[in-house]
């Protein structure tokens, strides 16, 4: 197993490294620290380019952040993980997704917000374009636990790739879930005919009821294998804007943690990151895992692992 936890010493920024530390990696798992920053010179040859106190102000600027990463990873090096930090120069959302992928990894672990000026939005920018662009999934930290899922799911090939990827990583095995589908609202209807917002292979000549019967057996068939896989699960099935239905529903049973596939619950491919997920994340009080099709295989690293991962076919 392979995770990038960025971190850039907000509170936000802990809660994720926190939460990492606060679940049971197995033994050798890598873990990669990473702190970007943005040089506030033009190396193009704006005032002071080329000057020799320049580059003494860079260096004393990585060797303050490379002491900040040491002492932040003082919570990770108690476990018998593979722990590396690396302070890298450019724009914070591009050096976290761009050392992700030259590290093969598996998981990014993120802060909700950043520490700028814009720290009371809902989802920080570097972190929306994080979810937006990796190739991984994201987990985008709100607390620094995990007692309770809310699987939410939607019969689609995202979906249903969710129970074997926590099972691979088995870090999840014992805790409560709560599979959790939601069938559009009936006012949708026509709108769903129209494409604006799709429902991929579904007949729309089916009743209400059968309707949410379909999403009931997506519910079921969910907490299903979880179950099978070390995850007790419950299901639910609910009608509504699905977005909306998750969130409260996750504030209602105090969950700590909901995951979600990046496709737009209702199958929307059109954009990188469904509607109903993109508004969970920016929305939800609790963590959020985005999940991406892609399940690294047991006892592989480094470039095999990223190679079988982005391979890697759905779950029956």
């Known amino acids: 197993m392979r995770i990038l936890v960025?971190?850039?010493?907000?509170?936000?920024?802990?809660?994720a490294r926190d939460l990492v530390a606060g679940l049971p990696w197995p033994d050798g798992t890598a873990i990669h620290l990473v702190?970007?920053?943005?040089?506030?010179?033009?190396?193009?040859?704006?005032?002071?380019?080329?000057?020799?106190?320049?580059?003494?102000?860079?260096?004393?600027l990585r060797d303050e952040l490379a002491a900040e990463l040491e002492r932040l990873a003082e919570p990770l090096t108690k476990h018998a993980w593979e722990v590396e930090r690396r302070v890298i120069e450019g724009r914070p959302a591009t050096a976290?997704?761009?050392?992700?992928?030259?590290?093969?990894?598996?998981?990014i672990a993120i802060g909700s917000r950043g520490r700028g000026p814009l720290t009371s939005m809902l989802l920080g920018s570097v972190s929306a374009e994080v979810v937006d662009q990796a190739s991984c999934s994201v987990l985008v930290a709100r607390g620094e636990r995990v007692s309770r899922l809310l699987v939410a799911t939607d019969g689609s090939d995202v979906a249903r790739a969710i129970p074997d990827?926590?099972?691979?990583w088995g870090v999840f095995r014992g805790v409560a879930a709560e599979a959790f589908s939601v069938a559009p609202p009936p006012e949708r209807t026509f709108e769903l005919v129209a494409d604006v917002y799709t429902l991929g292979r579904y007949d729309f000549t089916e009743d209400r009821q059968q309707l949410l019967?379909?999403?009931?057996?997506?519910?079921?068939?969910?907490?299903?294998?979880?179950?099978?896989?070390?995850?007790?699960?419950?299901?639910?099935?609910?009608?509504?804007?699905?977005?909306?239905?998750?969130?409260a529903a996750a504030r209602r049973r105090g969950v700590d943690l909901i995951v979600t596939g990046t496709r737009g619950l209702h199958g929307v491919e059109r954009v990188i990151l469904g509607s109903v997920a993109r508004n969970v994340?920016?929305?939800?009080?609790?963590?959020?895992?985005?999940?991406?099709?892609s399940i690294p295989a047991p006892g592989l690293v480094g470039d095999a692992a990223t190679a079988v991962t982005q391979s890697a076919p759905a779950a029956a």
């Open 281 to 293: 994340l920016l929305h939800a009080s609790c963590s959020v895992l985005v999940v991406r099709n």
């Open 213 to 247: 019967d379909r999403h009931r057996r997506f519910a079921e068939e969910m907490a299903e294998r979880l179950d099978e896989r070390g995850i007790p699960a419950t299901s639910t099935v609910l009608a509504g804007d699905a977005a909306h239905e998750i969130i």
């Open 35 to 60: 702190t970007a920053y943005q040089a506030p010179i033009d190396w193009s040859g704006g005032p002071g380019a080329g000057m020799p106190w320049v580059g003494d102000a860079e260096d004393a």
């Open 165 to 168: 990827l926590l099972s691979t």
């Open 6 to 15: 960025a971190l850039d010493g907000s509170d936000s920024s802990i809660q």
């Open 96 to 107: 976290i997704i761009d050392a992700a992928r030259d590290f093969g990894t598996d998981l």
